[in-house]
């Protein structure tokens, strides 16, 4: 089983930046591809970015491209996701996530566990 908890959340004007973090515990956390989702008041979660076990392959949902960056240290067993030039359309509860999945890997149902959230709000 893994735990995660997210941090790096908080408000930000639009066109900034904000650096989100996720740790894991456990002592399997390479087994697992990462993601990040997000949800907005009164809107269902939505994919963000996806990173493979080892790092060499991400994909991101398509609002976000260009704008934001998934990473991670399987060493540090942490994702993380640098986000930059902020739109306040991007104003969510931000949510990481791990699967043992290979494939797919955009859907909230792919992924076996999740952490508490963490807000952004990007002011215009």
């Known amino acids: 089983q893994v735990q995660l908890v997210e941090s790096g959340g908080g408000l930000v004007q639009a066109g900034g930046s904000l650096r989100l973090s996720c740790v894991a515990s456990?002592?399997?956390?390479?087994?697992?591809?990462m993601g990040w989702f997000r949800q907005a008041p009164g809107k269902e979660r939505e994919f963000v970015a996806v990173?493979?076990?080892?790092?060499?392959?991400?994909y991101y949902v398509e609002s976000v491209k260009g704008r934001f960056t998934i990473s991670r240290n399987n060493a540090e067993t942490t994702v993380s996701l640098q986000m930059t030039s902020l739109k306040p359309e991007d104003t969510a509860v931000y949510y990481c996530?791990?699967?043992?999945?290979?494939?797919?890997?955009?859907?909230?149902?792919?992924?076996?566990?999740w952490g508490q959230g963490t807000q952004v709000t990007v002011s215009s």
């Open positions: 456990g002592r399997t956390f390479s087994s697992y591809a």
């Open positions: 990173i493979s076990r080892n790092g060499d392959y991400t």
């Open positions: 996530a791990a699967t043992y999945a290979s494939r797919g890997l955009t859907a909230s149902a792919d992924y076996d566990y």
